[in-house]
């Protein structure tokens, strides 16, 4: 190959390059100019939505129309939740208020009688945080749902007791319900009982089981 055709073909073979690499450049830019304006158009438009969401309704008909329509959808949504969750809780028991005091006195005196047998020292006045019924009627109305909660405290502290929770040596047990309580205690104080049975309702029927089964465990380890 003569040097001029040579020269001839390096000069178009360095020139494609050029016009190549140009071409390439030119997408990049356009393609990145393309993805900032898209992305300048969603904020915009995004800014603009939630402008119109919190800006106060224009008093018309048509729109107040479609605001009831979207509390009611939430009212609704609101209504089904609770309903499912009442499938979790017990009916409450019809009971008068004599029938209360006297249920809780003999609880109160069952539970005792079981941490006696057990060893297990509770306070003189303990009463399952319900000292006040023990002297007073409570409310008609409210004899359903108290009644509901002792239940509740009643089988929480019988089965603490039986399952030697209580006891100093257990001490670190009872610390996880209620938030690090020393463990030289060997009292079971009334708050105590409460806040076990708070820490339980406050998980699902399944968190509960797998709680109870998580001490049972400790306890067979220890």
Do not use: C
């Not at 158009?41 to 969401?53: G, I, S």
């Not at 000292?131 to 405290?153: C, D, H, I, M, Q």
């Amino acid at each position: 190959m003569s040097k001029a055709k040579q020269n001839t073909f390096l000069t178009g073979y360095f020139a494609a390059l050029a016009v190549g690499a140009i071409g390439v450049g030119y997408l990049a830019w356009s393609a990145s100019s393309g993805a900032t304006e898209a992305a300048e158009k969603y904020e915009a438009t995004k800014t603009q939505l939630d402008k119109l969401q919190k800006a106060k309704i224009f008093p018309k008909q048509e729109n107040v129309e479609a605001k009831k329509k979207q509390v009611a959808g939430f009212t609704e949504q609101v209504a089904a939740l609770n309903d499912n969750l009442r499938k979790y809780q017990p009916a409450l028991e019809t009971m008068d208020a004599s029938a209360f005091q006297a249920k809780l006195q003999r609880l109160r005196d069952g539970l005792q009688t079981e941490a006696k047998n057990a060893n297990v020292k509770l306070p003189d006045n303990f009463d399952l945080g319900m000292g006040t019924y023990l002297s007073a009627f409570p409310e008609t109305e409210a004899v359903p749902r108290l009644n509901a909660w002792l239940e509740g405290l009643n089988f929480v502290v019988s089965t603490l007791i039986s399952k030697q929770h209580l006891q100093s040596s257990k001490a670190d047990m009872v610390s996880g319900f209620t938030g690090g309580r020393s463990a030289s205690s060997k009292d079971l104080t009334t708050d105590e009982a409460t806040a076990m049975i708070r820490h339980l309702k406050s998980l699902d029927p399944e968190e509960q089981k797998a709680e109870v089964g998580k001490k049972e465990e400790h306890d067979e380890v220890g």
